[in-house]
């Protein structure tokens, strides 16, 4: 059983190696479905559902979702953890235990032990290599255990960083757009203040967080599971909003040139679009239309009533059809598979923003 243990130990060993490479430190979008960080982040998502479905007050669902980001993240350093020292314990093994233990023969237990301490530099000293193989087997695991430390350590901020930035853009949309967030509601707020033209510079601010977005969520998928700090906010909601806003102005509202909503548009839907593929979350059309015949009549009232006119017309209407159908069934796969809401296209009635809120009132 030697070679055969030396064989599985290297190949454990590599695997591992070539994960947390691919995992920290590529910086670009893997397509190769057999990966542990994939298998692991989706398995472990599948049991989280299964327990969120049995939570019925929506607050503590939410509240365990969120649980989910950093949980796996853990699950997943340690589970790199684990094959590194159950690898180079078969090793141990295939080279016949040439360990030193005080008062007894060594055994598959204390190549583990010998492993454990070794990989996470404890440096105990009261198991030991006795041979040369076994002590370049001992120096490289070392060797392993400080680089892979050093990953973990460069890892974790990083993450943490690029989750800090996403949802400082998204906490800003709650005084622009409302929560949760919607279209109308943006575009009639600048049309109370007589501000259209503050639109532009808004949608160019946006245009840069979805390429950064993009850029973030590709190299570490798992910042998708990451919730916001509000149950009525998320990433997928503040894509949706940015997308319906182009949408409209797209469509034709007076006095709003359309080329930078254009041009955040196409960096909104590129994101949709691709992150679907990154979570593994094919198109679909929503469950229900989200914006009726009756609904369109309705923005075009509200936003009349602010001072703002949008186009009305059959070809204005086909044209806010086709941008819908061009985006929606990938932000809708979105929601459904991260367990979010999509944001109306129309502010709920009496409805307060987050920073209206609080506590004791």
Not at 120 to 130: Q, R
Not at 274 to 280: A, I, K, S
Request: with cysteine.
């Amino acid at each position: 059983m030697g070679p055969v243990a030396g064989v599985v130990g290297v190949a454990v060993i590599g695997v591992a190696l070539w994960d947390t490479f691919e995992t920290v430190v590529l910086p670009r979008r893997v397509t190769r479905r057999l990966r542990p960080a994939r298998l692991l982040f989706k398995s472990l998502w599948k049991l989280w559902l299964i327990v969120a479905a049995v939570i019925r007050r929506p607050g503590r669902r939410e509240s365990f979702l969120s649980l989910f980001g950093p949980f796996s993240l853990i699950v997943l350093l340690g589970g790199w953890s684990m094959m590194l020292l159950l690898g180079f314990a078969l090793v141990h093994s295939a080279l016949g235990l040439q360990i030193a233990v005080p008062e007894r023969p060594p055994t598959f237990f204390t190549a583990l032990y010998l492993s454990g301490t070794t990989l996470f530099t404890l440096g105990l000293g009261d198991v030991v290599p006795t041979s040369a193989a076994a002590r370049a087997v001992t120096v490289l695991e070392a060797f392993v255990g400080f680089a892979f430390l050093a990953l973990v350590i460069g890892y974790l901020p990083v993450v943490y960083q690029a989750f800090s930035r996403r949802e400082a853009h998204i906490a800003m949309l709650d005084e622009w757009a409302g929560s949760p967030p919607a279209a109308t509601e943006l575009i009639r707020r600048l049309g109370q203040w007589q501000d259209l033209d503050a639109l532009g510079q808004f949608l160019a601010a946006w245009e840069s967080w979805a390429a950064e977005l993009l850029e973030s969520h590709i190299s570490y998928p798992v910042l998708a599971r990451f919730r916001s700090q509000h149950g009525n906010e998320s990433w997928v909601a503040s894509l949706t909003t940015i997308l319906d806003t182009c949408a409209l102005i797209l469509t034709g509202v007076d006095g709003v040139r359309p080329r930078q909503a254009w041009l955040t548009f196409a960096m909104a839907r590129h994101v949709a679009v691709d992150l679907c593929q990154v979570l593994d979350t094919p198109p679909q059309s929503p469950a229900r239309d989200r914006l009726s015949a009756d609904d369109l009549r309705r923005l075009r009232g509200v936003l009349h009533e602010a001072g703002v006119v949008l186009r009305t017309g059959d070809e204005a209407d086909r044209k806010l059809v086709e941008l819908r159908r061009s985006y929606e069934p990938y932000v809708a796969a979105l929601a459904r598979g991260l367990l979010l809401t999509l944001p109306p296209w129309l502010p709920s009635a009496g409805a307060k923003d987050n920073w209206q809120k609080s506590a004791w009132l």
